[in-house]
């Protein structure tokens, strides 16, 4: 653009790329396995102002079939792309790393959180208020794993105590296992909102008889995510027109094209936004989709550290009005690489005046 002025020293002069892998309170269990450890990759571009910016790739191959291996390669291989760049065009710079590696969204995702990370640390604001700035204190819900129901009627009942006022619960695997443990769920914290995650396990008539063996015990969730398999919109528009439980799209929506062939299906109530489904930029577009058609929004994580964490929080407080935040954290905070960021005070995220994520490098 002619005569454009263009903020000083926002040129990225050097990027390093290295492995993050950090022990989890408990086993993460997927189809293929169980994890015991974060493994993740930590971007750090660094401008010519010496201002430094942070990213993380946290992939799981079952969601995004990316792993750590894949997502430290793609890093590497966009070193040179970015060295010279200026932060400031963070939007092309996301186009274009899209139009490249579009299947490695965990790694584009770290790069867009390193470059508004340094940029809104440049312009001295928090990211939250970069993005809109709409609330400065949000709330989550908490996880209570598949676990038996007496455990899970005791787990429910410690989160009630500490606060939280909505729990959520994965459900898919066996249906009577499933019923008793949201039973025992009700039973330890009686007064919580409780969330219901399928991650695609039933099929659409299973999970509409699921919901009524709930309501004959008396149960209505607030919500059922992602009931039948990702592609089966017509299946899940199924689910929704027979419930009046609210249905979130999860896994159906890595991008703004899934997103409207949700609205257009009208299969569900709310979207789930992941920024390691999407990358940051474009979660940024699926909400704008999700409140044109009137739809709920939902704000999730995979398995990040502080860091994707705090960056998630930054987005829904920026954002502002997201139904359901589910972003508990699952790292004992002695073993996080990182301090600072937003907050954290069960069940609520507070945010700070600090600029960008707010995030540092504990010093080893």
């Not at 760049?85 to 579009?102: A, E, N």
């Not at 009700?186 to 009524?212: T, V």
Request: hydrophobic letters at 40%; a negative charge; aromatic letters at 6%.
């Amino acid at each position: 653009m002619h005569g454009e002025k263009r903020m000083e020293g926002t040129k990225i002069t050097n990027v390093y790329i290295e492995k993050l892998n950090i022990p989890l309170d408990a086993p993460f269990t997927i189809a293929t396995g169980a994890k015991y450890q974060i493994e993740n990759v930590l971007i750090t571009i660094e401008l010519e102002n010496r201002i430094k910016g942070f990213g993380e790739a946290a992939p799981l191959e079952p969601v995004n079939g990316e792993n750590q291996g894949t997502a430290f390669a793609t890093l590497q291989s966009c070193r040179e792309y970015l060295i010279g760049q200026d932060v400031s065009d963070y939007r092309q710079i996301s186009k274009h790393l899209k139009g490249v590696f579009w299947a490695q969204v965990t790694a584009r995702c770290a790069i867009e959180m390193s470059l508004l990370d340094a940029f809104t640390k440049s312009l001295n604001i928090p990211l939250y208020r970069f993005i809109g700035g709409a609330e400065n204190q949000i709330e989550t819900d908490y996880t209570v794993d598949i676990v038996d129901a007496d455990t899970a009627k005791a787990n429910a009942k410690t989160l009630a105590a500490k606060g939280y006022r909505t729990l959520k619960t994965k459900v898919g695997k066996k249906l009577n296992d499933d019923v008793a443990r949201v039973i025992a769920i009700k039973e330890g914290a009686p007064d919580c909102r409780i969330m219901l995650d399928a991650n695609q396990g039933y099929a659409p008539n299973e999970a509409i008889h699921f919901l009524e063996v709930l309501e004959k015990h008396g149960i209505r969730p607030e919500l059922f995510e992602q009931p039948v398999v990702k592609h089966d919109l017509q299946g899940m528009k199924r689910v929704k027109d027979s419930t009046s439980v609210p249905v979130a799209a999860d896994e159906s929506v890595f991008t703004a094209a899934d997103a409207l062939a949700v609205v257009k299906a009208d299969c569900a109530d709310l979207i789930n936004i992941k920024i390691m489904k999407s990358g940051l930029v474009e979660a940024l577009d699926i909400a704008a989709i999700a409140r044109s058609a009137n739809k709920g929004l939902m704000i999730g994580c995979m398995l990040e550290s502080k860091l994707g964490l705090g960056t998630s929080v930054h987005l829904a407080a920026g954002l502002g009005g997201f139904n359901f935040i589910d972003l508990d954290p699952h790292i004992d905070p002695a073993l996080e690489p990182f301090i600072g960021g937003p907050e954290f005070a069960d069940p609520y995220y507070r945010m700070t005046s600090e600029a960008g994520i707010g995030i540092h490098k504990k010093l080893s």
